[in-house]
């Protein structure tokens, strides 16, 4: 049985047609360029702050605070980019609570919060200038194989005046996967491919959903 575990607005989950439904990667969430202290090069340490090169990107910098378990990506020049609190479960470094992205300038560009890596609850997207840009929701969706996050709930999207540019809904829509694996052999012991099947969670638009024009109008009606 799937169990969600949705913050704020219950939405009602079904399938529908492709065109209404959308890839995550639409929906930004905050990198967290720390692998492991075996993997990230150490710069320094001071006290209870250490200093490693960022995963991927090298020209940034992790700040990591061991005792408060609090991260901090910093570019060169030590501006923060990314900021948050996270658990470490096994020899995983894993995203928890709050976690906030800035602009170069230090105004925040977008925040939200994580549950073990996933984006969960009401997340938050803003122009530079401070004002709104968007406002969602992730569920995070417990179907037996393993938990997944999606955008499912109210969404809204601002233009850079303030006024609404887009008022609607999503929900969860599930999708199958197959992915190819690498396993072992039990026999001789070599790597073999193998085809596994997996669920995975894409947004879809539902119910009605409203378009404005930048002086407030509305220029589209829909009823999904």
């Given at each position: 049985?799937?169990?969600?575990?949705?913050?704020?607005?219950p939405?009602t989950?079904?399938?529908?047609?492709?065109?209404r439904?959308?890839?995550?990667?639409?929906?930004?969430?905050?990198?967290?360029?720390?692998?492991?202290e075996?993997?990230?090069?150490?710069?320094?340490?001071?006290?209870?702050?250490?200093y490693?090169?960022?995963?991927?990107?090298?020209?940034?910098?992790v700040?990591?605070?061991?005792?408060?378990?609090?991260?901090?990506?910093?570019?060169?020049?030590h501006?923060?980019?990314?900021?948050?609190?996270?658990i470490?479960?096994?020899?995983?470094?894993?995203?928890?609570?709050?976690?906030?992205?800035?602009?170069?300038?230090?105004?925040?560009?977008?925040?939200?919060?994580?549950?073990?890596?996933?984006?969960?609850?009401?997340?938050?997207?803003?122009y530079?200038?401070?004002?709104?840009?968007a406002?969602?929701?992730?569920?995070?969706?417990?179907?037996?194989?393993?938990?997944?996050?999606c955008?499912?709930?109210?969404?809204?999207?601002?233009?850079?005046?303030?006024?609404?540019?887009?008022?609607?809904?999503?929900?969860?829509?599930?999708?199958?996967?197959?992915?190819?694996?690498?396993?072992e052999?039990?026999?001789?012991?070599?790597?073999?491919?193998?085809l596994?099947?997996?669920?995975?969670?894409?947004?879809?638009?539902?119910?009605?959903?409203?378009?404005?024009?930048?002086?407030?109008e509305?220029?589209?009606?829909?009823?999904l």
């Amino acid at each position: 049985m799937t169990r969600l575990l949705l913050l704020l607005l219950p939405v009602t989950f079904c399938l529908s047609s492709t065109s209404r439904v959308l890839a995550q990667a639409t929906f930004p969430t905050i990198a967290f360029e720390f692998t492991s202290e075996e993997d990230n090069r150490l710069i320094k340490e001071n006290d209870s702050l250490k200093y490693y090169a960022a995963t991927g990107d090298t020209g940034n910098i992790v700040c990591i605070d061991e005792d408060a378990s609090y991260y901090k990506l910093l570019t060169k020049d030590h501006k923060i980019i990314a900021e948050g609190s996270f658990i470490l479960e096994g020899e995983k470094y894993l995203q928890v609570g709050k976690w906030t992205e800035h602009f170069p300038g230090g105004k925040v560009k977008e925040t939200g919060y994580y549950e073990k890596s996933k984006p969960i609850g009401t997340w938050q997207e803003f122009y530079n200038t401070g004002k709104m840009k968007a406002v969602y929701n992730y569920a995070i969706i417990d179907d037996g194989g393993g938990r997944n996050s999606c955008i499912s709930g109210s969404y809204q999207e601002f233009y850079p005046n303030g006024k609404i540019k887009v008022n609607g809904f999503y929900s969860a829509a599930a999708q199958i996967v197959t992915d190819t694996v690498t396993v072992e052999d039990p026999v001789t012991e070599k790597k073999i491919y193998k085809l596994q099947k997996h669920s995975t969670y894409l947004p879809e638009k539902i119910g009605h959903w409203e378009h404005y024009d930048e002086s407030g109008e509305i220029e589209k009606k829909e009823d999904l």
